[in-house]
């Protein structure tokens, strides 16, 4: 059984193996992309792509997916309170484990690796150490964490933030969607609301695989990416409130138009990020306009922005641009504007530790490899918090995620399942 506890002191992945990876020990690849078609049909949408929202009907029929492949490879699994998922193969000592996972939820419309991949090769690297009969000196977890998306709960990696402490649990439990329907009773709804304490399960370390979604490998054709830190993350929802009036007969210099107010914000984002350099991104997500009427001047509008930056400075810097505008913008059109910070996560630095097991063991593997930077969000920040933790990337075609068109080729897809397999070979018999 694995030691369940509050805290591990002392826990650390800093110490490198002189283990290396038996190079003969390969996960099954058709075993792996049948899963992956299999899951991906859960939720599936005309176009392709996958439409599975957190807590949904389409999410539960995928985590019972999820549970019955993980006890039919014997491990033993456990559901906290904020619905995550964790899947136990004991060890021969009952230590803190090697943890590996992501998640399974999906945006709106998007494709059917996005997360699901890194739960998935966790749940392979298990069948395939079973089949060569390889046991580990330390437990090896694979976890399914709850809404990682943010699609439809706020915020986004809701249950690795949870688990990892930076967001209280009754806090998460109370969160309505659009339609006023709470975390809680989806959780009790779709039956997994769990019975373990939230954190209760202290890893030694964490590994993730997932698509990059990016277009870097791919481009530079190098198969693996050893993720070594990982960008900070705002966002901000403002609300415009002017005046909705006649767009014929309301002359220029009278109008206290929302709309224009929107477009403004929109075009000074762009301004940040050429004004702070090629680390800092923003994106304007969502434009709402009120009453959205072609010959009406709007009287409300609303938008998100998205700053990102692997410096925290200038993300900060990147925030108080963007507050002093929108004061500016206010007095200088008659307009009242409000904003509301909707997330906010410091830029994380992953384990050199780990990383170099990675580029080690892609070398060893034939796979070439470069260091890399996350410009998304992934439960392995939030993990970060708790013990030493890292990433592998594989190529996504084209750049492209949340989106049907994503792919990544089963030989990129069964090379990161191997470096995985041989990371958390390495990290569980150290």
Not at 202 to 209: G, S, T, W, Y
Request: with cysteine; aromatic share 4%; proline share 4%.
């Amino acid at each position: 059984m694995i030691m369940w506890e509050k805290v591990y002191p002392g826990a650390t992945a800093e110490s490198e193996s002189s283990f290396a990876p038996m190079s003969n020990l390969q996960i099954n690849t058709s075993r792996l992309m049948s899963r992956i078609d299999a899951l991906g049909a859960i939720g599936a949408t005309p176009q392709g792509g996958v439409r599975r929202l957190a807590l949904s009907d389409d999410d539960r029929a995928a985590r019972d997916q999820v549970v019955a492949w993980m006890q039919s490879a014997g491990l033993l699994v456990e559901v906290d309170r904020i619905g995550n998922i964790f899947g136990t193969r004991p060890g021969t000592e009952e230590t803190p484990p090697v943890m590996t996972g992501s998640h399974i939820d999906s945006v709106a419309n998007g494709g059917k690796l996005d997360g699901a991949y890194g739960v998935l090769a966790g749940i392979e690297v298990i069948e395939t150490l079973n089949d060569a009969a390889v046991e580990t000196t330390r437990p090896i977890v694979v976890c399914a964490f709850t809404n990682e998306e943010g699609a439809r709960f706020q915020p986004d990696m809701m249950g690795s933030l949870v688990y990892a402490g930076g967001l209280a649990l009754e806090d998460a439990l109370s969160t309505s969607d659009g339609d006023g329907i709470s975390v809680a009773d989806e959780l009790t709804r779709i039956g997994y609301a769990g019975n373990h304490d939230v954190g209760a399960m202290r890893p030694h370390a964490f590994v993730e695989v997932h698509i990059e979604q990016g277009p870097v490998l791919e481009a530079e054709a190098i198969t693996i990416g050893a993720v070594e830190n990982l960008q900070g993350i705002s966002w901000t929802g403002v609300t415009i409130t002017g005046q909705a009036n006649h767009a014929g007969t309301t002359p220029m210099r009278l109008r206290r138009d929302a709309g224009f107010c929107a477009g403004a914000i929109t075009s000074y984002v762009r301004d940040i990020t050429q004004q702070l350099g090629a680390q800092q991104v923003g994106t304007i997500g969502v434009i709402d306009l009120e009453p959205g009427i072609v010959n009406v001047v709007p009287g409300k509008s609303y938008i998100t922005v998205d700053l990102r930056n692997t410096d925290n400075e200038q993300l900060k810097q990147a925030e108080s641009l963007l507050d002093d505008f929108l004061e500016k913008l206010a007095a200088s059109e008659g307009v009242e504007i409000t904003s509301q910070r909707l997330a906010r996560f410091d830029p994380v630095r992953f384990d050199d530790a780990i990383a170099r097991r990675i580029e080690n063991n892609a070398a060893l593997l034939g796979l070439s490899c470069r260091r890399m930077t996350s410009g998304a969000g992934h439960d392995a920040q939030m993990v970060a918090r708790l013990c030493p933790a890292a990433m592998i990337f594989v190529p996504s075609m084209g750049g492209i995620s949340h989106n049907p068109a994503e792919h990544t080729d089963s030989d990129d897809l069964n090379a990161g399942a191997n470096v995985l397999l041989h990371t958390l070979l390495d990290l569980a018999t150290a």
